[in-house]
């Protein structure tokens, strides 16, 4: 339970564990499914089952952050305009690559079953470490079609659980070669897109 790398081990089974048996899987499965021997691992190095959730998503946060806002001066440089359509695909991006470049197999199915959590529901966005993140959602709330605030939180909200699911599927998927690896990709932003564009019918 001391090693250098039982930490590590445990946010790897945490994340896979959890993505198959929900949320309220026991800790001592996780402890087992990480190789440790104490019943205990996961107390021992996150504290509780709160403190795994949020190591979790920490794991990767930084960097995918790092790539948002590497995005964004990009887009920005380029002189062109903000669309709804640009900036989801700059919020998503990093989600198709960060991960997995991480070690990660299972991240999105685990933000699937642990929508809920207050780390990866609810993060405050004020925090510093969510920089990227803030400033597109800023954005995009500024972009959206004319709408009241209540209806364009509403959207967004419904984009953030919506974005969950197909990420999972796409984790699940099996692809023939990059070309088909990038047209659902491609189809997951456009079909974001259009759940914050679609008009509500008269």
């Not at 709160?50 to 990009?74: K, N, Y």
């Not at 642990?114 to 993140?133: F, Y």
């Not at 995009?140 to 659980?161: D, E, I, N």
């Amino acid at each position: 339970m001391t090693s250098p790398d039982a930490r590590q081990l445990i946010l790897f089974a945490g994340e896979r564990t959890i993505a198959e048996h929900g949320p309220d899987v026991a800790l001592r499965d996780i402890a087992v499914a990480a190789g440790q021997r104490n019943n205990s691992a996961v107390h021992y190095h996150f504290g509780s089952r709160d403190g795994l959730f949020v190591a979790i998503i920490e794991r990767h946060q930084p960097a995918m952050e790092t790539r948002r806002s590497a995005l964004l001066a990009d887009h920005e440089a380029s002189g062109s305009p903000d669309t709804v359509a640009a900036l989801v695909e700059i919020l998503l991006r990093p989600m198709f690559e960060v991960p997995y470049a991480e070690g990660s197999t299972h991240y999105a199915r685990f933000l699937e079953q642990a929508r809920t959590h207050p780390a990866v529901g609810g993060p405050d966005l004020n925090e510093p470490r969510w920089h990227g993140t803030r400033a597109l959602v800023a954005r995009l709330f500024k972009t959206l079609p004319h709408r009241s605030p209540a209806l364009k939180r509403y959207r967004m909200q419904a984009m953030t659980t919506v974005m969950f699911a197909l990420l999972a599927d796409y984790e699940r998927q099996e692809f023939t070669g990059e070309t088909d690896r990038k047209a659902v990709q491609d189809n997951i932003v456009a079909m974001l897109v259009g759940l914050l564009t679609e008009p509500v019918a008269e």
